[in-house]
């Protein structure tokens, strides 16, 4: 069994719209939806986006110790532009809060997970959308977890 470091981790669900983001107890074992931040469309070229800013105000604010950013690989195991999105905003951030380390982990059906969790509790439509993003966050970050805790070979 791995020692998980204690402190809070962030998890964050990066979409093209919205980033969704969860945090963990100080003693890594339980994931809880935290905020959905906008995306910046269109950021000037020598400024930081606003939606990475906020994070790093979030990372700052909760003392994160690591933040968990989710790589969409497709289910064949590949890279696809989603992934090269998100390893690019991670990439980004990582240059924003340094020292604090991003880790990026695979995030396979972590939307669709979290779209049926929420829809077996009666979450639907435009109150499912508001917070689809948090609930993919915290299936990252969850998982992310359980994975630390699980025995090595």
Do not use: C, F
Not at 81 to 91: D, G, L, Q, S, T
Not at 131 to 149: G, K, T
């Amino acid at each position: 069994m791995t020692d998980l470091p204690r402190g809070v981790r962030l998890g964050v669900d990066v979409g093209q719209v919205r980033v969704g983001v969860s945090r963990s107890d100080p003693h890594g074992v339980l994931a809880t939806p935290l905020v959905t931040l906008a995306r910046e469309q269109n950021p000037r070229s020598d400024a930081v986006p606003s939606d990475i800013a906020e994070l790093a105000a979030l990372v700052a604010e909760h003392e994160a110790v690591e933040v968990v950013v989710g790589l969409p690989i497709n289910l064949a195991g590949k890279h696809g532009p989603a992934a090269e999105h998100a390893k690019a905003y991670a990439r980004l951030l990582a240059g924003v809060i340094s020292p604090v380390p991003v880790t990026l982990t695979d995030e396979r059906m972590s939307t669709v997970v979290a779209s049926r969790r929420l829809a077996e509790r009666g979450v639907r439509g435009k109150k499912q959308r508001a917070v689809v993003d948090q609930a993919a966050a915290v299936e990252i970050l969850q998982s992310w977890l359980d994975a630390q805790r699980r025995p090595t070979r």
